[in-house]
């Protein structure tokens, strides 16, 4: 069974704290991505892919991979400050040289700081910060046990989306829905300031399960009148 998105979360905000001043390619290229891909569940990364996977080039040339799970992700490690594009187009060619049963659909880059993922079928790529890992961890929902989740041009409304998410216990979730023909108006505001302070409330240890209560109740009393308003517009409207 795979582990739950609340747990990946909690995972990989461990995993950025742990990572977080390391630049070192050669010193612990190979640990950060091993704990990378165990973060997401898999007992141990050597055992669903390979480390430094060579490859063989048109020119009879050999490359390598630096981790391999095939047909799931390719990564590719630079130092801190390296050519993230260049290291794209080095993974990019390296990839398509492989088996066709072998080929990842996803080709991450990261040189410890940053992370840029890209999808080879939908031609859609994110990048962010690795501390916000945990904000993007539904991307990589090919190496999760989930659904694949295509990857937004719009990140704004999937960072929320995992800040609520990651506030609100499993045995109390709700589903957050985002009503967009209010965007305009800049009402969903208040829901995006509600629910990042209720995470940086929560990170900090300080949220008590009543404080959780009412962040639910106010989201629902939020979402009510905005439907109430949007009837009146309607009706405004037709007059």
């Not at 609340?6 to 950025?16: G, K, L, V, W």
């Not at 998410?165 to 209010?182: A, C, E, G, N």
């Amino acid at each position: 069974m795979p582990l739950s998105w609340n747990q990946i979360m909690d995972n990989a905000i461990r995993f950025s704290k742990k990572f977080e001043n390391v630049v070192r390619e050669e010193a612990d290229g190979k640990s950060f991505q091993r704990e990378f891909i165990e973060l997401f569940g898999v007992k141990d990364a050597r055992e669903v892919g390979s480390f430094e996977y060579r490859v063989s080039k048109d020119d009879s040339r050999k490359g390598y991979i630096d981790y391999l799970w095939p047909g799931k992700i390719a990564i590719e490690m630079k130092s801190s400050g390296k050519d993230l594009k260049q290291a794209y187009a080095q993974l990019k060619e390296y990839v398509v040289h492989l088996n066709t049963e072998d080929i990842t659909n996803l080709l991450m880059v990261c040189d410890f700081k940053n992370i840029h993922l890209y999808s080879r079928t939908t031609d859609k790529q994110v990048k962010f910060k690795t501390k916000d890992l945990y904000k993007y961890v539904k991307y990589f929902s090919d190496i999760s046990g989930y659904e694949s989740t295509r990857l937004y041009d719009n990140q704004e409304e999937v960072n929320i989306k995992a800040s609520v998410k990651m506030t609100v216990p499993l045995s109390l979730q709700i589903q957050y829905v985002k009503v967009r023909w209010f965007t305009s108006y800049g009402l969903n505001y208040w829901m995006k300031i509600l629910a990042l302070t209720l995470h940086i409330e929560l990170l900090n240890g300080v949220m008590k399960q009543r404080e959780k209560l009412l962040f639910i109740v106010s989201s629902l009393v939020f979402q009510i009148t905005q439907r109430v308003l949007r009837k009146y517009m309607i009706k405004s409207v037709k007059k």
